[in-house]
């Protein structure tokens, strides 16, 4: 189905404005809007798609219903038919309420350790089923495998993101959750290119430095993007790096020897180059909307994702094109592939009773199930405990809530006390931790935004202290291995432990009945 009129038959600054994509709320309403420095308002919204007609939306928030409903607005305003991303790397849950939320992708990895071709299977699945979960809400786009190789705990942006730390899992669970996608008319993106993995700066706030020569990054970092385009990804995702060994002067978003040169050219890759948003402080910073935007095109990037100002970001395009900075001819190859991208689309088809089955449920839980880590004894029965939750930010903790087993189930087992602690929370009050056996839960996890990746100073000190006054009753850490790592480094062998890839409600349910069990 063609979603494009011919190109002879679309103006510079039409064609220009369908390779910029840009941010909404999956709200319906303003005065919902989460993030206003980012996400328009309806107005500005409908003015950027129905006047100046964008290529495509990435949404954030809202329950399925509510994303449901804003994909079918949306596409109503625009006069070629939009492309509707999310980034879903954890199923549409992740970012929709009402949907499938599955583990970080790193349990896959720790599962295909174990058996590959479990794992195979498992990440194959939760391709299909987050593609299924996609369209049924009118989403066309999964940003969607992270390919990175995480070999750097201490990095912020990809952590558990990735699938693992070694190139041929990444590769080989990359590959089938591509091919499980694939079996429904939506698009993937292979992301971030040339790799992301071995960094510790967090691209949301500046720019990360890659040190590695080109025979490093053929071993380690590339052959996940190799996989990936041989599986029939339909779009590479940059990444906002600087790998001096390829370009000395420009990061990987802004270079027509990496994007160009390396993944158009060497890897062959046909599809759709997409830059991560151009709003974080790592191309931002540096280069404002209009220069980001033309740096990006010459560089070989099909889509602009979400530039702080879309019009001056598309006037700057057209004007480079005009002057003869751009050629032509790259706009229209651009415009080319969107055209064979939406092609591969089918017109928006909501199927909302979909959420009344649970397949994908089982998928999700079985993944989380399979990559729980334990050891120690049982958790011991007390009668007064403390039940003490260790978060990054409690203002921010959306996976807690009345209902979360996390909160219901330590009561039942005597620890009826509770106690919140996050980044936010003084040393002082740590020294005066209730006398009574503990059962701690970290939930911590590389986060954009944080700048860091590993536990804060309360957490660390919570848990120090806890174990010197032998308080320490059991512990569970939902979301980072290394995290784990690091505190059963020193913690004593006898106190109960229980690791979960997943942070959300079923996977605190499995975690924590895991803890009573004799390893």
């Not at 809007?33 to 964008?54: C, F, M, R, S």
């Not at 909307?289 to 879309?310: F, N, Q, R, Y």
């Amino acid at each position: 189905m063609t979603f494009l009129p011919p190109l002879s038959d679309l103006s510079l600054r039409s064609q220009v404005a369908q390779m910029v994509v840009v941010r909404a709320s999956g709200y319906l309403y303003d005065r919902q809007i989460q993030y206003p420095a980012w996400e328009p308002p309806q107005n500005t919204l409908k003015h950027w798609i129905k006047d100046w007609g964008v290529g495509g939306v990435i949404l954030l928030g809202g329950s399925a219903v509510e994303v449901a409903e804003r994909c079918q607005q949306l596409q109503s305003w625009a006069t070629i038919p939009l492309l509707l991303a999310a980034d879903i790397e954890e199923g549409v849950g992740q970012r929709f309420s009402g949907a499938t939320q599955f583990p970080p992708p790193a349990a896959l990895g720790a599962i295909a350790k174990k058996n590959p071709q479990r794992a195979v299977e498992l990440a194959r699945a939760m391709g299909a089923h987050t593609a299924a979960e996609a369209l049924a809400i009118g989403l066309n786009w999964v940003l969607a495998p992270v390919v990175d190789v995480n070999n750097n705990p201490a990095n912020p942006v990809i952590n558990v993101r990735a699938f693992g730390e070694e190139p041929d899992i990444v590769s080989a669970l990359a590959t089938a959750f591509i091919q499980g996608a694939r079996t429904h008319p939506v698009l993937t993106t292979a992301k971030h290119f040339p790799g992301h993995g071995d960094t510790a700066t967090d691209s949301h706030l500046e720019l990360p430095v890659m040190p590695h020569d080109r025979d490093r990054l053929q071993a380690i970092e590339w052959p996940p993007f190799i996989a990936a385009i041989a599986a029939g990804v339909d779009a590479v995702m940059s990444a906002h790096v600087h790998l001096p060994a390829l370009d000395a002067e420009r990061p990987a978003t802004l270079s027509p020897p990496i994007l160009t040169g390396i993944l158009r050219q060497q890897m062959g890759f046909r599809g759709l180059i997409v830059t991560d948003a151009l709003v974080m402080g790592a191309i931002a910073n540096a280069y404002g909307t209009a220069e980001a935007a033309v740096k990006a095109v010459e560089a070989g990037a099909d889509i602009l994702l979400m530039p702080s100002d879309p019009p001056a970001a598309i006037e700057a395009v057209v004007a480079a094109v005009e002057s003869g900075r751009i050629p032509s001819e790259r706009i229209q190859a651009a415009v080319a592939r969107i055209q064979a991208a939406k092609d591969r689309l089918q017109p928006l088809a909501l199927q909302l009773d979909y959420f009344q089955t649970t397949p994908a449920v089982e998928v999700a839980t079985t993944i989380a199930q399979e990559s729980l880590e334990r050891a120690g004894p049982a958790l011991p029965a007390v009668t007064s405990g403390v039940n003490c939750l260790i978060v990054d930010d409690a203002l921010q903790a959306s996976f807690l809530s009345r209902t979360s087993p996390a909160l219901t189930l330590p009561p039942t087992w005597g620890f009826s006390q509770r106690l919140v602690v996050d980044q936010q929370t003084p040393l002082t009050m740590i020294e005066a931790l209730p006398k009574a056996p503990t059962l701690v839960q970290v939930f911590s996890r590389g986060n954009p935004f944080r700048g860091k990746a590993g536990l804060s100073a309360p957490a660390i000190a919570t848990l120090e202290q806890l174990q010197t006054q032998n308080q320490l009753a059991g512990l569970v850490v939902y979301g980072s291995p290394y995290a784990y790592q690091e505190i059963t480094q020193w913690l004593h062998p006898k106190v109960p432990r229980v690791f979960s890839y997943g942070h959300y409600s079923i996977a605190q349910g499995l975690a924590l009945a895991y803890l009573l069990k004799v390893s």
